[in-house]
């Protein structure tokens, strides 16, 4: 097979070392392409990943127990230097906190939290056990295009690949090109408008976020625990322990410049509690996609990956373990076509039936993000009043946190209009809501199940009708 199949992935990110590294185990030539270094690979801080998604790619997650513990859990070599990817405390259940701190959820965690850098070097390493190989300092800024405008006709042949030691630049052809190269979609965005999947992120698909890891002040007494501030400055804040030395804390919002920087809000929270110190350990920021996925994730010769294709949970802006199915659908995918000698719409849509149907992510992912669209203008006292009438239950808070939108039926219907009869206004908004990602949900559950151009231009042109109503 790898004689006759070539594949080149463009970014080193968790869905392009998983797609690599399946790739390779299976006999096919890849080769990926990252412009950062090895070292440098991935955020510096840490994140949460989904277990489901850890479990589907082939790693071990701890049990869900308060202290994780395993081979994969961060703990320091002979040499004193951190091993593992695993952060040591585990979050079986969270405290989720209304903005006015008036009312708080228990909801289930469904998450590990990781080291983000630590992560991004063992996947890096898995792909080139596996066979890939991963060339550093070598930026994909360009795609190669055979004619065509429409998704069937357009044909991906190769990237232009520039070395950034050396300046040179050199075309490289293959059989697929992986766009992984994050929300900036380097090489989607440079494929026709008028396939319908070329169109840039928008500005209010995006949050901003910041985040520090601090020493800890063991000795300092302050009763803060491990919480999540649900829909505070129109996104969230938080705290949690990674270990019994450091602290994680960081806040997002919605992308707008009317709002407050994240990173004052971090400041301001930190200043009030004297267990988190002044020492930074790491961290960051930055923007964070949090919008819906293109309409397609395939066209000849090409698949997007990761956050090029917005597989991420846009409630919390978690975005590694989706990047990371979504790497496995697509070389599922694309191991299928090559041992059929293909690699036409038909043979790759495969992966788009996975993501946005038969896995329920696709559809998920876009249902919450038409919560999020209207959602989002709620003030603090507004959401404030939905956690203390229990009309945002433990169980949806749940649900919406682990990146599952949830159907609305008869008995939580009745209960949100008698809990919340004097707020009709809040109401009207929250069934405005509701309304929209339902539909929005069971029209990403009816994705078409083979590629055909007339049915898949018409549920795309549904699609955007149905998001542009959630949007000002």
Excluded at 19 to 27: C, T
Excluded at 76 to 81: E, F, P, S, Y
Excluded at 340 to 353: I, M, P, R, S, V
Aim: glycine share 10%.
């Amino acid at each position: 097979m790898s004689d006759q199949f070539k594949v080149i992935v463009a970014g080193a990110g968790p869905g392009g070392c998983i797609f690599a590294r399946d790739l390779a185990k299976a006999g096919i030539d890849v080769t990926v392409y990252e412009k950062g270094d090895y070292e440098n690979i991935g955020h510096n801080w840490s994140d949460a990943m989904e277990r489901s998604a850890l479990a589907a790619t082939g790693f071990e997650a701890p049990f869900e127990g308060s202290v994780n513990t395993g081979p994969l859990v961060k703990s320091k070599d002979a040499a004193g230097n951190p091993t593992g990817i695993y952060e040591q405390h585990a979050y079986p259940l969270m405290e989720i906190w209304a903005p006015d701190y008036s009312s708080r959820k228990m909801v289930h965690f469904r998450y590990v939290t990781t080291d983000r850098r630590a992560l991004g070097k063992l996947l890096v390493d898995q792909a080139r056990q596996a066979g890939a190989r991963v060339l550093f300092q070598h930026e994909v800024v360009d795609v190669m295009l055979a004619g065509g405008k429409s998704l069937g006709d357009i044909e991906v042949k190769g990237v232009v690949v520039k070395d950034i030691e050396s300046g040179e630049t050199k075309n490289f052809q293959a059989d697929i090109i992986a766009d992984d190269t994050g929300f900036h979609a380097v090489l989607r965005t440079k494929l026709p408008s008028s396939s319908g999947i070329a169109g840039k992120f928008s500005n209010d698909e995006f949050a901003m976020v910041h985040r520090t890891v601090r020493k800890r002040n063991k000795n300092a007494i302050d009763p803060v625990a491990d919480h999540y501030r649900y829909g505070y400055n129109t996104g969230y804040q938080w705290i949690q322990y990674l270990n019994e030395d450091e602290i994680d804390t960081g806040a997002g919002v919605r992308y707008d410049p009317k709002n407050p920087d994240p990173k004052e809000i971090v400041k301001e929270f930190i200043s009030r509690h004297p267990s988190i110190s002044d020492e930074v350990i790491r961290g960051g920021g930055g923007l964070c996609l949090v919008g819906r996925s293109p309409a397609s994730l395939v066209a000849k010769g090409f698949v997007v990956i990761g956050d090029a294709a917005s597989q991420t949970i846009p409630m919390t802006g978690c975005g590694a373990g989706g990047a990371m199915m979504g790497g496995k659908f697509a070389a599922e995918a694309v191991i299928s076509a090559a041992s059929k000698g293909k690699n036409d719409c038909d043979a790759l849509w495969e992966y788009n039936w996975k993501w946005f149907a038969v896995s329920k992510r696709g559809a998920n992912y876009a249902g919450l993000t038409a919560l999020r669209n209207i959602l989002q203008d709620l003030t603090h006292d507004e959401i404030s009043f939905l956690f203390r009438k229990d009309i945002l239950s433990n169980e949806m808070l749940t649900d919406s946190i682990n990146g599952i939108f949830t159907l609305p039926d008869l008995p939580t219907m009745v209960k949100t209009v008698v809990n919340g009869f004097t707020r009709p206004g809040l109401l009207l908004k929250l069934n405005a809501a509701t309304t929209a990602g339902t539909k929005i949900f069971k029209h990403y559950l009816a994705y078409p199940p083979k590629w055909n151009s007339v049915q898949f231009e018409d549920w795309r042109v549904k699609a955007d009708r149905l998001f542009a109503a959630t949007v000002k």
